[in-house]
T-cell receptor
């Protein structure tokens, strides 16, 4: 158990809909990261928040947005869903800003299926 | 971003050592070498990291070539639970914390 929790575990929805994925980092960790894992693209970094502020951005679609709240939990919002958004979404956390010497702890993931 | 090259798959026998190679010929002086693994149906898990010297922890050892253009993750006695995809990742402080995962090496362990 990494100490990172993600809800829900599974989500099935239809194209065009909007969903929210939730992540609670390990106690004391200030950074939260979101990754997407699909069969064709592998594991891809989406976005990082550090202490409530956006710190780094990857290839995150404009239809996707995220935020980190004062209690440090984070939400990833996916809207206008398409079939290709079906994937595993992982949240990770780390103690600091994510410098090159820092390790990340991953949650169990949310499996999103878009029908 | 500096790239890494790993074999797609490797096989090992249980209780034998496993050496997982990684090539990173374009590594820069400030890049740390990180290894993560992903067990089936789980999120990635940190294994080990290093800069120049060899490193050991309770999970594995990391051997880094003198020119730093390659490294090897060593599992001293593979168990069935070590069957996973192993990712070698270069980290520098320009990346803002993101991990760039390649295809990794899928390790299978035979009893």
């Amino acid at each position: 158990d990494s100490g990172v929790t993600q809800t829900p575990k599974h989500l099935i929805t239809a194209t065009g809909q909007r969903v929210t994925l939730r992540c609670s980092p390990r106690s004391g960790d200030l950074s939260v990261y979101w990754y997407q894992q699909s069969l064709d693209q592998g594991l891809q970094f989406l976005i990082q928040y550090y202490n409530g502020e956006e710190r780094a951005k990857g290839n995150i679609l404009e239809r996707f947005s995220a935020q980190q709240f004062p209690d440090l939990h984070s939400e990833l919002n996916l809207s206008s869903l398409e079939l290709g958004d079906s994937a595993l979404y992982f949240c990770a956390s780390s103690l600091g800003q994510g410098d090159f010497n820092e390790r990340q702890f991953f949650g169990p993931g949310t499996r999103l299926t878009v029908l | 971003d500096a790239k890494t090259t790993q074999p797609n798959s490797m096989e090992s026998n249980e209780e034998e050592p496993v050496h997982l190679p990684c090539n990173h010929s374009t590594i820069s002086g400030t890049d740390y070498i990180h290894w993560y693994r992903q067990l089936p149906s789980q999120g990635p898990e940190y294994v080990i990291h290093g800069l120049t010297s060899n490193v050991n922890n309770r999970m594995a050892s990391l051997a880094i070539a003198e020119d730093r253009k390659s490294s090897t993750l060593i599992l001293h006695r593979a168990t069935l639970r070590d069957a996973a995809v192993y990712y070698c990742i270069l980290r520098d402080d320009n990346q803002g914390g993101k991990l760039i995962f390649g295809q990794g090496t899928e390790l299978s362990v035979k009893p």
